[in-house]
């Protein structure tokens, strides 16, 4: 059973910055893909950024394209998501999740973290 922590979230204002950190247990042969989603309260969660372990795929969602940025650790294990300009349309709970498809649905996603929240007041 892989098992992902994320950590990192918190309470900030508008135009604060966040890291969150997604440990990974193990990197199974065939999930090459992480991807941070959030979710809004009452909605189904959405893609935030995917990379590839390999570093080599990337993708953003458009609405945190050129604020947000994802990286990965390979030694460590672990994918981060730094969060820069936040907004208070930002607010969510954060997960992480592993998977074989390099995919914005996050039912192609079969590990997942507890999620973390991140709260952007104005």
């Known amino acids: 059973q892989v098992q992902l922590v994320e950590s990192g979230g918190g309470s900030v204002q508008d135009g604060d910055s966040l890291r969150l950190s997604c440990v990974v247990s193990?990197?199974?042969?065939?999930?090459?893909?992480v991807g941070w989603f959030r979710q809004f309260p009452g909605r189904e969660r959405e893609a935030v950024a995917t990379?590839?372990?390999?570093?080599?795929?990337?993708v953003y969602a458009t609405s945190v394209k050129g604020r947000f940025a994802i990286s990965r650790d390979n030694a460590k294990n672990t994918v981060y998501l730094q969060m820069n300009s936040l907004k208070p349309e930002d607010t969510a709970v954060y997960y992480c999740?592993?998977?074989?498809?390099?995919?914005?649905?996050?039912?192609?996603?079969?590990?997942w973290g507890q999620g973390t929240q991140v709260t952007v007041s104005s």
């Open positions: 990379i590839s372990w390999s570093g080599v795929a990337i």
């Open positions: 193990e990197r199974t042969s065939g999930r090459n893909y």
């Open positions: 999740a592993t998977g074989s498809r390099f995919s914005p649905n996050w039912r192609d996603y079969d590990f």
